[in-house]
């Protein structure tokens, strides 16, 4: 697949996604729509990060769609499996792909070939959520503050270990990010997700992973664990005190996007109501505090702004993926 800069290819899979849609068609579907149920295509399996919001989403969006909407996890072949749920689908807004970024940021930089193209079957709704991931340290590790932390890896060259979710993922690519800009170097120890790594940070067999809040908070409070920062661009309202990454290093942000994305030729419209529905629904105060239980941020934000977070994404993710010397498979 010929790679274009994330940012124009995703404009131009906005504007090409509705070519071709005459404008009489794309309002007669608009005004129509939704008349039967609308899926949310996830591709993981329940309980991870999208699926949980998907759900949050599909409790509250027959409240002024007036149709079921019903979540369908897809896992399988990075994303492949659910891309071609949709593929398969009518372009009519009733299959969407919830996912978080990396399978549009990620993806194409660490698989050498894949079954769907990022720029071209997709088009952008809304940007609904984040989910910071958090620092945190086994209590033997002598530092109690990011800054501490930092001067006892510089002073310690290798000697500190730390647990990923896997190779390539978000929580392995925020400590590549952080290692190359501030001159550290730690050992990548790669595990099958933060079901595995966290228990290995509570049993002392590593010295620092990054998870999301939730898997962590218990330990925290037990103080079998310590929190010493957040990869979001600010400090995160679910842990105030927590510092951010970004304040040691400016422009900092790793945190976990999860996206909406509609099959390329889905009526503008269409597109439109959705975005508007998302952002009214991020703004409910049962959602922000079913969210925030869950570690979650939600946003709501358009089309416009999530091409935008992506092309931002994808150009942080490069600049980890080239320093952790990662080769497409």
């Known amino acids: 697949m010929k790679r274009r800069p994330l940012l124009a290819a995703a404009g131009a899979a906005l504007a090409g996604g509705l070519a071709g849609v005459p404008r009489t068609a794309s309002a007669q579907s608009a005004a129509a729509w939704p008349n039967k149920p609308i899926r949310l295509v996830v591709p993981y399996a329940a309980g991870g990060l999208p699926d949980t919001v998907a759900r949050m989403v599909a409790q509250r969006l ?3 769609l007036g149709q079921p909407v019903v979540v369908e996890n ?4 990075n994303g492949a499996v659910a891309a071609a749920a949709l ?5 009519d807004g009733h299959a969407l792909l919830v996912t978080d970024g990396s399978m549009f940021t990620i993806n194409p930089l660490i698989y050498r070939k894949m079954t769907y193209d990022p720029a071209k079957d997709f088009v952008p709704v809304s940007l609904i959520a ?10 033997s590790v002598k530092a109690d503050t990011l800054d501490a932390f930092v001067a006892l890896a510089r002073a310690n060259p290798g000697r500190l270990n730390y647990g990923s979710s896997g190779v390539g993922s978000s929580h392995h690519l925020t400590v590549e990010a952080m290692k190359a800009s501030l001159g550290i170097f730690m050992t990548h120890i790669p595990f099958r997700g933060s079901a595995a790594s966290v228990p290995a940070l509570v049993g002392g067999h590593v010295d620092m992973v990054f998870s999301a809040l939730p898997s ?13 920062a957040t990869n979001s661009a ?8 927590v510092a951010a990454v970004s304040e040691k290093i ?3 942000d790793f945190a976990v ?7 390329t030729g889905t009526p503008q419209p269409v597109v439109q109501r959705l975005s508007e529905e998302i952002a009214r629904i991020a703004r409910r105060a049962d959602l922000i505090e079913q969210m925030a239980i869950a570690g979650i941020d939600p946003v709501g934000a358009g089309p416009a702004e999530l091409v935008k977070a992506l092309a931002e994404e994808a150009g942080r993710a490069k600049k980890a993926v080239d320093y952790a010397g990662i080769k497409p498979e």
Not at 74 to 77: I, L, T, V
Not at 87 to 91: G, H, L
Not at 234 to 241: K, V, Y
């Open 257 to 263: 996007a999860v996206v909406m994305m509609a099959p």
């Open 74 to 77: 897809r896992p399988g072949a």
């Open 216 to 228: 962590l908070q218990g330990f925290v409070k037990g103080g079998q664990v310590k929190l010493l």
């Open 234 to 241: 600010q400090r995160s309202p679910l842990a105030p005190n």
């Open 62 to 64: 027959p409240d002024t």
């Open 130 to 139: 984040r989910s910071p991931l958090f620092m945190a340290v086994h209590p």
């Open 250 to 252: 400016p422009g900092f």
């Open 87 to 91: 593929a398969a689908s009518p372009p």
